[in-house]
């Protein structure tokens, strides 16, 4: 970094060190002080207080540099190095020279420091995205999340601005939410920029942001947003009442606020809904939904998110409604089958042989001639060795995973078939099931499904349909008395709400269903 000449001439060379290693965003948020600490008079009480909290911070820089005439105004730049390119260094002393110079008027070696103390109390800077303040752990705070703070002799406050310069990931197309038609923008690790992407997409000044900061030692930056008028008051008064308490935990992505303010956390199903792709959540927004995003991730939570909406795409309402009602009832037909397929033929084929038609049932038990497992043993273990594939072709390298799922079910099926461990039916079934799960739009509630097909399978081994029945009912019955943010999960369906059927598993076309937003709160899905 070429700042040698900064402030003037150099005194003396010493450069001393500390950092922490956090991953900062370009915000202007001030954290919580549970302690105040004002900034002293002299600088070496300053850099004291800085070196104990920053002990062993190898990146962190102080320079000292002086001024004036007769190099007799001292000040000192604080800045951590692993945070600031180096070709920004060039820059950065472009910057501190016209702030603290060419902003008061006057040279270098003529300035004088109450005239540059008076200049930024009283006259503020103009042309510099630049913040004085007045705080130790403020000071501390920003250095840390990538900005320089210049601290002066005599004069109990500090000027801070922003510098940070990290890599981040370009925008491209949404890899978990991919769609034929539609927007192919997706959100990024920053911020700022999805932010943004989202405020670029809703101009109104009802689309509200408010800006946290966690605690802990992270200090992970926390935005919210929701469009104000559209979103039901109550639900908004309930999130804000769990997301205070949320956030005086260690907070490092989205998902960690999610398991802290949901309402059942031993439930299988989600409750909130994430997303990458701008379109979703600006029209979530719309909805009178509330969006949660943290620095470093760029997934959106959507609370609170109900049972239909895991089902719903946003390319349903690009294309034409006849489509986008035909896809949503495959996509429920699909739920069904990968929740019960196993334990309806491990039921029927173990208990209900008589249901299968003749020809049917002599196929099927022509191809279990020779299997040693009952059907549940034989469904388990297959089920097991798909799961163990699929987590496999995830946890692969994208040119080797699918490679590795697509030959190992082929290999593994084949093999199972001709040693006489699995049917042909039963391979079936289980490729079928797997098959069902990947057209859900939503990953969480696929995730669900893999967790519920085992208790399944087990009541219906034991009990054949009967146990089927009650594994389905109970199932029901948590869905019913599921909330999300204090809304019940089935809705419309559980209460009835016909106005909102329109807009569930059968879309109706768009002239029907844009309304004002402004109006949604008093619409009959918020009311209790």
């Known amino acids: 970094m070429d700042i040698q000449k900064l402030f003037g001439k150099s005194k003396a060379t010493t450069t001393t060190t500390t950092t922490s290693t956090p991953t900062p965003t370009p915000n202007t948020i001030v954290p919580s002080l549970e302690v105040?600490?004002?900034?002293?008079?002299t600088l070496a009480e300053n850099k004291q207080w800085l070196e104990q909290q920053l002990a062993n911070c190898s990146d962190i820089?102080?320079?000292?540099?002086?001024?004036?005439?007769?190099?007799?105004?001292?000040?000192?730049?604080?800045?951590?190095?692993?945070l600031i390119d180096d070709k920004d260094l060039v820059y950065l002393k472009d910057v501190l020279q016209d702030l603290v110079f060419q902003e008061a008027g006057v040279e270098a070696a003529t300035i004088d420091l109450k005239k540059l103390i008076s200049f930024f109390e009283n006259q503020g800077i103009s042309s510099r995205n630049v913040t004085i303040i007045d705080q130790l752990p403020i000071a501390e705070h920003n250095i840390l999340r990538g900005q320089v703070v210049i601290f002066f002799e005599q004069w109990n406050k500090a000027l801070s601005f922003h510098a940070l310069t990290l890599e981040t990931r370009q925008i491209t197309e949404p890899m978990n939410e991919p769609v034929v038609r539609g927007p192919q923008e997706a959100t990024v690790e920053n911020l700022k920029i999805n932010l943004g992407l989202l405020r670029n997409r809703?101009?109104?000044a009802n689309f509200k942001i408010e800006k946290f900061v966690a605690s802990g030692e992270t200090k992970t930056e926390i935005a919210i947003g929701y469009l104000d008028g559209s979103v039901n008051p109550n639900t908004l008064a309930e999130f804000k009442k769990r997301f205070d308490k949320a956030i005086q935990e260690e907070i490092l992505e989205v998902a960690y606020i999610e398991e802290l303010i949901e309402d059942s956390t031993y439930s299988p199903f989600p409750q909130f809904r994430h997303t990458e792709r701008t379109d979703t959540a600006i029209a979530a927004l719309l909805d009178g939904k509330i969006i949660v995003i943290t620095s470093g991730s760029p997934s959106v939570m959507i609370c609170p998110g109900l049972f239909m909406e895991f089902f719903q795409s946003s390319e349903d309402y690009y294309i034409r409604s006849l489509y986008s009602s035909l896809i949503r009832i495959l996509r429920l037909s699909a739920f069904i089958m990968a929740l019960t397929l196993p334990s309806l033929y491990i039921a029927i084929s173990t208990f209900h042989s008589e249901l299968i038609p003749t020809v049917l049932l002599l196929a099927i038990l022509d191809t279990r001639e020779g299997i040693p497992f009952p059907a549940f043993i034989e469904a388990l273990l297959m089920e097991f060795f798909f799961e163990i594939m699929r987590e496999a072709g995830i946890r692969l390298p994208k040119p080797v995973g699918s490679a590795v799922s697509i030959v190992g079910a082929l290999v593994i099926g084949q093999a199972a078939i001709e040693a006489k461990i699995a049917s042909p039916i039963m391979?079936?079934?289980?490729?079928?099931?797997?098959?069902?799960?990947?057209?859900l739009p939503n990953y969480n509630m696929a995730i669900s499904l893999r967790i519920l097909r085992f208790p399944l399978m087990f009541l219906a081994a034991s009990l054949g349909g009967f146990g089927f029945m009650i594994g389905f009912l109970f199932i029901f019955l948590h869905l019913v008395s599921l909330r999300s943010l204090g809304q019940t999960y089935l809705t419309p369906w559980a209460p009835l709400k016909m106005s909102q059927l329109k807009d569930g598993f059968i879309r109706a076309p768009l002239k029907f269903l844009l309304r004002s937003p402004r109006n949604r709160h008093r619409h009959s899905s918020y009311k209790k």
Do not use: H, M, N
């Not at 007769?70 to 190095?81: E, K, P, R, S």
């Not at 391979?427 to 057209?439: E, K, N, R, Y």
């Open 61 to 82: 820089c102080y320079l000292p540099r002086f001024f004036g005439a007769d190099l007799q105004y001292g000040a000192l730049v604080v800045y951590c190095d692993s």
């Open 202 to 204: 809703l101009k109104s």
């Open 427 to 439: 391979v079936i079934i289980v490729a079928l099931t797997g098959i069902a799960s990947f057209s």
């Open 36 to 41: 105040e600490s004002p900034l002293a008079l």
